[in-house]
């Protein structure tokens, strides 16, 4: 089972910038990937974007597209999601994900997909 821990989060004004981190741990297969996800308040949890950690290509909802970038750190064995131009309908509780067997690119936004999941980090981004 992978162990996932989220950190970074916190309250930023409109128009700043954050990065969230994901620390992973217990992996035992080279295919995998790192989902993001987030959920507001009274709403779904949704996709953020993901990492595919072999090959390093990555996959964004278009609602954050251009503004959010994920990167991976072999060395660290963490996953970071970098947030700019931050916008008040970005404020979420943000969360990591993982998957240990192939994926479709099809099914990367489908969190019933993802088998490991972190605690989360609160996102408050003011107006």
């Known amino acids: 089972q992978v162990q996932l821990v989220e950190s970074g989060g916190g309250l930023i004004q409109a128009g700043g910038s954050l990065i969230l981190s994901c620390a992973t741990s217990?992996?035992?297969?080279?295919?995998?990937?790192i989902g993001w996800f987030r959920q507001a308040p009274g709403k779904e949890r949704e996709f953020v974007g993901n990492?595919?950690?072999?090959?390093?290509?990555?996959y964004y909802a278009s609602s954050v597209e251009g503004r959010f970038t994920i990167s991976r750190d072999n060395v660290e064995n963490t996953v970071n999601l970098q947030m700019n131009n931050l916008k008040p309908e970005d404020t979420a509780i943000y969360y990591c994900?993982?998957?240990?067997?192939?994926?479709?690119?099809?099914?990367?936004?489908?969190?019933?997909?993802?088998?490991?999941w972190g605690q989360g980090t609160q996102v408050t981004v003011s107006s």
């Open positions: 994900a993982a998957r240990s067997t192939y994926m479709r690119s099809t099914y990367y936004r489908h969190r019933s997909m993802y088998t490991d």
């Open positions: 217990g992996r035992t297969s080279s295919t995998f990937y």
């Open positions: 990492i595919g950690w072999d090959s390093g290509s990555t």
